[in-house]
């Protein structure tokens, strides 16, 4: 790994309020950090499955409509300010979004995610394969969704799979950025 670049920029988009840890991370590893706000300050709880939480009722709230325009108004600004933005959330992209990516992209997805299905991964990777951009999808066995920023760190698979998908990113960073 060598040294990000001053322009480096990571746009990080979670749920959870424990991406700011992971956010920090990658802040740590040299890389300037954003993490816009898109559930309007009710971000969801490190463990998504306490009782009463309700996932679909978030993103009901903070559906596309709300959030597209803070994702565009912050890659915009970090574009104008630093050059270069990252940004991904695979799960809720539209083909076309990602038949229109002008640069390398990196996923990382977890087994059973049950927001990036197999299937998903399927489509993503058919349509990967159409656009002239070199790209990398590395599955995680044994996580499910956030397995990167939520997940038990008293499993040993569940510790590899966060710590692998860090490293994971960070090098890819500093091959491409």
Request: hydrophobic share 45%.
């Amino acid at each position: 790994m060598h040294a990000p670049s001053s322009l480096s920029t990571l746009l990080l988009l979670s749920l959870a309020a424990v991406s700011m840890f992971l956010a920090d991370s990658f802040a740590r590893a040299g890389y300037v950090t954003v993490m816009p706000d898109l559930f309007g300050g009710v971000p969801a709880p490190g463990d998504i499955n306490v009782p009463g939480f309700n996932t679909t009722e978030l993103l009901d709230r903070r559906s596309p409509d709300v959030t597209d325009p803070i994702v565009a108004n912050t890659i915009e600004y970090i574009h104008t300010k630093l050059g270069v933005v990252f940004a991904a959330h695979p799960g809720l992209l539209q083909s076309s979004e990602i038949l229109a990516v002008e640069g390398p992209v990196a996923v990382a997805a977890g087994d059973h995610d049950n927001l990036f299905t197999a299937e998903l991964r399927n489509e993503l990777e058919a349509l990967l394969l159409m656009v002239a951009q070199p790209y990398q999808v590395s599955l995680y066995s044994g996580t499910g969704h956030g397995f990167a920023v939520r997940m038990d760190l008293n499993d040993p698979q569940q510790k590899f799979a966060k710590q692998e998908s860090f490293l994971q990113a960070v090098r890819w960073f500093g091959h491409f950025l």
